[in-house]
T-cell receptor, first 111, second 111 residues
């Protein structure tokens, strides 16, 4: 079982819709990241969370540490939001440095 | 100029060949990472380095080696490439192991 599970794997929506992408993890973490990967391949960090909620423009990320769950919301979605959204966690125990990644959610926003 | 650069951006090579992927950064970070991304599997950690003298294996280091030539440079080598090493390879840097900054990726195809 993957330590980081995302849902849905694929999501197609109409422009303007409210989008939610979910991430569940099974390990103790010190931080959770939401990343965006566009078709060209580059990866950009959207948020880093260890508690609560963060907002940047139309993007909102929340985390519930007790439930080991995070959500990424996009309000008033736009075709330029089409991308792969990746959840990643940094473990709190010992072991390797670096992030553990979910498999990504492929989002398509249709005009 | 980009803070994290990777060369080459695309490479096609034959089975058994030795190949080196290079990563350079201008962020002044001590920590550097190599990840690979495969369709349906997400990104996985190959090697990471805390500084020039501290290099560690990640989740999938078999078949790979690395060299940290300087704080700014971290190279990944495939001593004898095989087709299942066909993937998208990302380098990343971090100041403290939390926020990570990704390079643009190298698309490697082994025929």
């Amino acid at each position: 079982k993957n330590e980081v599970e995302q849902s849905p794997q694929n999501l197609t929506a109409q422009e303007g819709e409210f989008i939610t992408i979910n991430c569940s993890y099974s390990v103790g973490i010190s931080a959770l990241h939401w990343l965006q990967q566009h078709p060209g391949g580059g990866i950009v960090s959207l948020f880093m969370l260890s508690s609560g909620k963060k907002k940047h423009g139309r993007l909102i990320a929340t985390i519930n540490i007790q439930e080991k769950h995070s959500s990424l919301h996009i309000t008033a979605s736009h075709p330029r939001d089409s991308a792969v959204y990746i959840c990643a966690v940094r473990g709190s125990g010992g072991g390797a440095d670096g992030l553990t990644f979910g498999k990504g959610t492929h989002l398509i926003i249709q005009p | 100029d980009a803070d994290v650069t990777q060369t080459p951006r695309n490479r096609i090579t034959k089975t058994g060949k030795r190949i080196m992927l290079e990563c350079s950064q201008t962020k002044g970070h001590d920590r550097m990472y190599w990840y690979r991304q495969d369709p349906g599997l997400g990104l996985r950690l190959i090697y990471y380095s805390f500084d020039v003298k501290d290099i560690n294996k990640g989740e999938i280091s078999d078949g790979y080696s690395v060299s940290r030539q300087a704080q700014a440079k971290f190279s990944l080598s495939l001593e004898s490439a095989i087709p299942n090493q066909t993937a998208l390879y990302f380098c990343a840097t971090s100041e403290d192991g939390y926020e990570q900054y990704f390079g643009p990726g190298t698309r490697l195809t082994v025929t």
